[in-house]
């Protein structure tokens, strides 16, 4: 099957400092990824849609100026929190639709990256 | 707003047993259906999808597709203690965009 990674799997930063979090499609060219946000005993919350080449779509309430996403290529896409704070403390997870899927629509998911902010 | 529900659970089953989840959908446009399963502190991983009513069987997983009463369900067979987890049902309107998650159904395997 497809193959997301994430990196890092885990970072503990300061409040105020912005972290990047990077998503790779390893087998395959994504032209979309998702990024999504849970929070303890909750579910996976969409917070944008990137496609390659062109801006991420935001889901309302996500602030896109706090959240800045990148995807540069077909097999990466980036996340970066900047001046994070303690609320932004989350499970963050990517997924990839492959392009070569045709009329399929499965999406994989990368193995999440936990962040704690101190 | 698009809603896909499910039970919270927990939903316990003896090993061996039939575990059956269910989840329906309010959007009537909805075109993929997918089962993820959650263990805790890790991504979901994708065990099944569907596209088309009826029955879709894999291994001892089946998914249900109902689209005229908007239902999905899930059938594990033979449940064994490693399908503990959380299993989180989604639903997708079109190819290309996010899928929407049910906030999941916790189901417990005694040995």
């Known amino acids: 099957g497809a193959v997301v990674s994430q990196h890092p799997s885990r970072v503990i930063c300061k409040s105020g400092t912005s972290v990047k979090i990077e998503c790779r499609s390893l087998d395959f060219q994504a032209t979309t990824m998702f990024w999504y946000r849970q929070f303890p005993k909750q579910s996976l919350m969409l917070m944008a849609t990137?496609?390659?080449?062109?801006?991420?779509?935001?889901e309302q309430g996500v602030e896109k100026d706090k959240f800045l996403i990148n995807h540069a290529s077909l097999t990466l896409s980036t996340l970066t929190v900047t001046s994070a704070h303690p609320e932004d403390s989350s499970f963050y997870i990517c997924?990839?639709?492959?392009?070569?899927?045709?009329?399929?629509?499965?999406?994989?998911f990368g193995p999440g990256t936990r962040l704690t902010v101190t | 707003q698009k809603e896909v529900e499910q039970n919270s659970g927990p939903l316990s089953v003896p090993e061996g047993a039939i575990a059956s989840l269910n989840c329906t959908y309010s959007?009537?446009?909805?075109?993929?259906f997918f089962w993820y399963r959650q263990y805790s502190g890790k991504s979901p991983e994708l065990i099944m999808f569907?596209?088309?009513?009826g029955d879709k069987e894999d291994g001892r997983f089946t998914a249900q597709l109902n689209k005229a009463s908007q239902y999905v369900s899930l059938l594990i067979r033979d449940s064994q203690p490693s399908d503990s987890a959380t299993y989180l049902c989604a639903v997708n309107a079109q190819a290309g965009t996010a899928l929407i998650f049910g906030k999941g159904t916790t189901l417990s395997v005694s040995s």
């Open positions: 997924s990839a639709r492959s392009r070569t899927s045709g009329g399929s629509n499965e999406q994989y």
């Open positions: 569907i596209y088309s009513n």
């Open positions: 990137s496609n390659e080449g062109s801006k991420a779509t935001y």
């Open positions: 959007d009537r446009g909805s075109q993929s």
